[in-house]
C-alpha cells in the first residue's frame, strides 16, 4: 500500500508540473519570454526536473541495496516476499526515472530545457 501511495504521489507531482508550464509558454511570445516570471519558471522547472531524477535514483538505489540485504538475510520462507520488494523498488525506480525523463523531454518543446 505504501508503494502505490509513493507511486501516485511521484506520478501527480510529475503530471502537475507537465500541465503548468504549457499554459506559460502558449502566451505572447514576445514579451512573456523576456518576463522574470518566463524565466524563473522555466529555470525553476529544469531544476526541479534534474533534481527529482536524482532523487528517484538515490531512493531506488537505496531501497534495493536495504531490500537485498533483507533478501540475503531472511529464511527461505521469507525470500519470496523479499525478491517481490526488491523487484518493486526497482520497478517504481524505473517508473519515476521514466516519468522525469518524459517531463524534461515535453519541457524541451516548450524551450525550457538546457
Known amino acids: 500500500m505504501k508503494m502505490k501511495k509513493r507511486i501516485l504521489g511521484i506520478v501527480s507531482f510529475c503530471c502537475l508540473m507537465a500541465a503548468t508550464f504549457p499554459v506559460w509558454a502558449t502566451e505572447d511570445a514576445g514579451s512573456l519570454q523576456n518576463s ?35 533478501w540475503n538475510a531472511s529464511s527461505e520462507d521469507e525470500k519470496p516476499k523479499h525478491k517481490k520488494a526488491v523487484i518493486s523498488s526497482v520497478a517504481i525506480g524505473v517508473v519515476g526515472m521514466t516519468i522525469s525523463g518524459l517531463i524534461t523531454i515535453i519541457l524541451s518543446y516548450y524551450g525550457s530545457a538546457s
Open 36 to 70: 522574470t516570471l518566463y524565466t524563473g519558471t522555466k529555470s525553476l522547472l529544469t531544476d526541479g526536473t534534474t533534481a527529482l531524477t536524482g532523487i528517484i535514483f538515490a531512493v531506488t538505489v537505496f531501497f534495493a541495496v536495504k531490500n537485498c540485504i533483507a
